[in-house]
């Protein structure tokens, strides 16, 4: 099962930022928190990971409670083209590093 | 273009009859991975492999699926005797499986099935 909980869908208006929770109570120390996002019809692409601190890429920025319990996917100005599933995945790499997906959220952008 | 690829894009067959298809991983990638994804669910882990290794393999893999990656390449799935209830999309990712504690995967565009 997966180990993480999301809303089941979002709204967003675009040009906003759009602000994806994740919860992860369950993670353990060497636990990677993991986006990927799926467009219909196609592969998931992956977006962006973490461990304990924020991070930042050309797509998204992540931040991960100092917890760890929780973790926040951050679209800074979304697009009609950020309409996806967005999925939150936690990871060991050292057990095989499978994905376990859950279902994810259903983000819809809209103009 | 240097990301993962799988062919065909779309299948259609008959119950009963067999079906493969292929995977490339992007180059110099060790590991590779097959999940299955349904109608309205997120993608289901099915096996991977470590070069040419297969290490790990779902129970949702019955004894009609096979998978192979002779030369730690491609890989091939095959479904002998398709059921309907195989029609799903067949996703195959990468990684490169060197890369410390953490090892990113990344995703082809997936094959559809369509079990008539």
């Known amino acids: 099962d997966a180990k993480t909980t999301q809303p089941p869908s979002m709204d967003c208006a675009e040009g906003r930022a759009a602000n994806l929770p994740c919860n992860h109570s369950?993670?353990?120390?060497?636990?990677?928190v993991y986006w990927y996002r799926q467009i219909h019809s196609q592969g998931p692409q992956y977006i962006i990971h973490?461990?304990?601190n924020n991070e930042t890429n050309e797509m998204a920025s992540l931040i991960i409670t100092e917890d760890r319990k929780s973790s926040t996917l951050i679209l800074p100005h979304a697009t009609l083209r950020d309409t996806a599933v967005y999925y939150c995945i936690v990871m060991i790499y050292n057990q095989g590093g499978k994905l376990i997906f859950g279902q994810g959220t259903e983000l819809s952008v809209k103009p | 273009d240097t990301g993962v690829s799988q062919n065909p894009r779309h299948k259609i067959t008959k119950r009963g009859q067999n079906v493969t298809f292929r995977c490339d991983p992007i180059?110099?990638?060790?590991?590779l991975y097959w999940y299955r994804q349904t109608l309205g669910q997120g993608p289901e882990f099915l096996t991977y492999?470590?070069?040419?290794?297969?290490?790990?393999k779902s129970r949702l893999l019955s004894d009609r699926f096979s998978a192979e990656r002779p030369k730690g390449s491609f890989s091939t799935l095959e479904i002998q005797r398709t059921e309907q209830g195989d029609s799903a999309m067949y996703l195959c990712?990468?990684?490169?499986?060197?890369?410390?504690?953490?090892?990113?995967?990344?995703f082809g565009p997936g094959t559809r099935l369509t079990v008539l």
């Open positions: 990712a990468s990684s490169s499986g060197t890369s410390g504690n953490t090892d990113t995967q990344y």
């Open positions: 492999f470590q070069n040419e290794a297969q290490l790990e």
């Open positions: 369950t993670i353990s120390g060497n636990e990677y």
């Open positions: 973490g461990l304990k």
């Open positions: 180059s110099e990638h060790n590991r």
